[in-house]
């Protein structure tokens, strides 16, 4: 082969990457975005170990939409808000860059309060009944039956939650809350292991979630695997790998 085909062939294979990694960019960036979820505070509706993928036009585009979240611009474009029970991914507020996993429970101007480990919206209780319980763990490691609810948002999206403290968990006596113009009040379906907007930023929490902070909307759980194995550890597939949570639509 000669030097002028070398260079040639070389050059068909740069120019490959290239779109190939704009293909990439294009897709991660507009469309779907994988993301694997690193703990337990969505138990039962997602587990440590679940790998999905989020919709990133769901709510239109904001800086966050681009890796790395450069300031191109300010709030969002081809918004769409977000509907109450929607699980949500978004840049955590306190230093708009790490990714949190938690679903839409207070919309702007509503009144959020947690009494006894039940949630009010607008001073309303929101209905839950009990369900089969879930087997997890608990916060001192003991694994068995947690005490497990059927909660009904208003609106009508139902949702499975689990209190693994009863009521009388960390923040089950939170409020009220008055959620700002513009922000989303958020929680985790693991009632009693989940740092949400029930904590404020300077605790360590999320507090209130700005729209312009929202990544996109949980769609598909593609991949799953337990027992603390990684996604690429395929030798140990055969023990670890979750095929009854491939595919399912995240709700």
Do not use: C
């Amino acid at each position: 082969m000669t030097d002028a085909k070398k260079k040639e062939g070389l050059g068909e294979t740069i120019v490959v990457i290239l779109e190939a990694l704009a293909i990439a960019l294009v897709v991660r960036t507009f469309l779907f975005q994988p993301f694997n979820i690193p703990s337990g505070s969505m138990i039962p509706t997602l587990e440590i170990g679940d790998y999905l993928f989020v919709s990133k036009y769901a709510y239109g585009y904001s800086r966050y939409s681009v890796p790395f979240g450069p300031p191109l611009f300010n709030g969002r474009v081809l918004s769409s808000p977000p509907k109450r029970g929607d699980v949500v991914v978004f840049k955590l507020p306190r230093d708009n860059e790490t990714d949190y996993i938690k679903r839409v429970i207070g919309l702007p101007g509503e009144k959020i309060e947690i009494k006894k480990g039940r949630l009010y919206i607008n001073d309303e209780l929101v209905p839950r009944e009990p369900v089969d319980k879930v087997q997890t763990e608990d916060l001192y490691g003991h694994f068995g039956p947690v005490p497990t609810y059927k909660e009904t948002l208003p609106g009508g999206v139902s949702h499975t939650i689990i209190e693994i403290q009863g009521d009388d968990g960390f923040n089950d006596n939170a409020g009220p809350f008055v959620v700002p113009p513009n922000h989303y009040f958020m929680m985790g379906d693991n009632r009693d292991n989940s740092t949400d907007s029930r904590v404020p930023p300077d605790q360590g929490g999320v507090g209130y979630v700005p729209f312009e902070n929202l990544e996109g909307r949980a769609e598909v759980t593609f991949f799953s695997v337990g027992d603390g194995a990684a996604a690429y550890e395929f030798w140990r597939w055969p023990w670890t790998l979750r095929v009854n949570r491939m595919f399912h639509a995240v709700r």
